[in-house]
T-cell receptor, first 113, second 110 residues
Framework: QKEVEQDPGPLSVPEGAIVSLNCTYS??????FMWYRQYSRKGPELLMY????GNKEDGRFTAQVDKSSKYISLFIRDSQPSDSATYLC?????????????FGSGTRLSIRP | NAGVTQTPKFQVLKTGQSMTLQCAQD?????MYWYRQDPGMGLRLIYY???????DKGEVPNGYNVSRLNKREFSLRLESAAPSQTSVYFC?????????FGPGTRLLVL
């Protein structure tokens, strides 16, 4: 079993829809939860970062962490064609320079105009 | 600031050839990483360097070697390329829980 599971999609929704992207994980030691966005033929870039459980909002994006269920989500409101990309969840345990970040396999999202 | 730079952007190798992928960062980060990304597999860690002078194996180190030349530069070497090493390679540096990725090197091994 992978430490981090993510539905690969692809996911296609019309412009303006609410998008929900999800990941599950098995390692209860994870404390830091991230979402990266990767445009085609580019490197991933950090979109949002959450510590422990709870919600975090940034504009049209909301990240949720439920540590009791080992489940994290990213919601995109009023989705735009420019949101079309692959979204990777990532997580890690207590921070140290030697700790590793574990990535999900990514969900490919397409927003139809 | 250029961030994380990688060279080359694209390379074609024949089986058995060797090559070195170069990575440099100008953000004064201690930690640097090499990943490969394959369809459906996400990012898999090859090697990482927690600080200048140290390197450690990641999830898929076989067939690769690394050198942390100084704080800025972290290179990845393929001594004898195999078709299974066809992939997109990303270098990253890290500040706390944020990783900063380079633009990637697309490698094709025939």
């Amino acid at each position: 079993q992978k430490e981090v599971e993510q539905d690969p999609g692809p996911l296609s929704v019309p412009e303006g829809a609410i998008v929900s992207l999800n990941c599950t994980y098995s390692n209860s030691a994870f404390q830091y939860f991230m979402w990266y966005r990767q445009y085609s033929r580019k490197g991933p870039e950090l979109l949002m970062y959450t510590y422990s459980s709870g919600n975090k909002e940034d504009g049209r994006f909301t990240a949720q962490v439920d540590k009791s269920s080992k489940y994290i989500s990213l919601f995109i409101r009023d989705s735009q064609p420019s949101d079309s990309a692959t979204y990777l969840c990532a997580m890690s345990g207590a921070y140290s320079s030697a700790s590793k970040i574990i990535f999900g396999s990514g969900t490919r999202l397409s927003i139809r105009p | 600031n250029a961030g994380v730079t990688q060279t080359p952007k694209f390379q074609v190798l024949k089986t058995g050839q060797s090559m070195t992928l170069q990575c440099a960062q100008d953000m004064n980060h201690n930690s640097m990483y090499w990943y490969r990304q394959d369809p459906g597999m996400g990012l898999r860690l090859i090697y990482y360097s927690a600080s200048e002078g140290t390197t450690d194996k990641g999830e898929v180190p076989n067939g690769y070697n690394v050198s942390r030349l100084n704080k800025r530069e972290f290179s990845l070497r393929l001594e004898s390329a195999a078709p299974s090493q066809t992939s997109v390679y990303f270098c990253a540096s890290r500040r706390q829980e944020t990783q900063y990725f380079g633009p990637g090197t697309r490698l094709l091994v025939l």
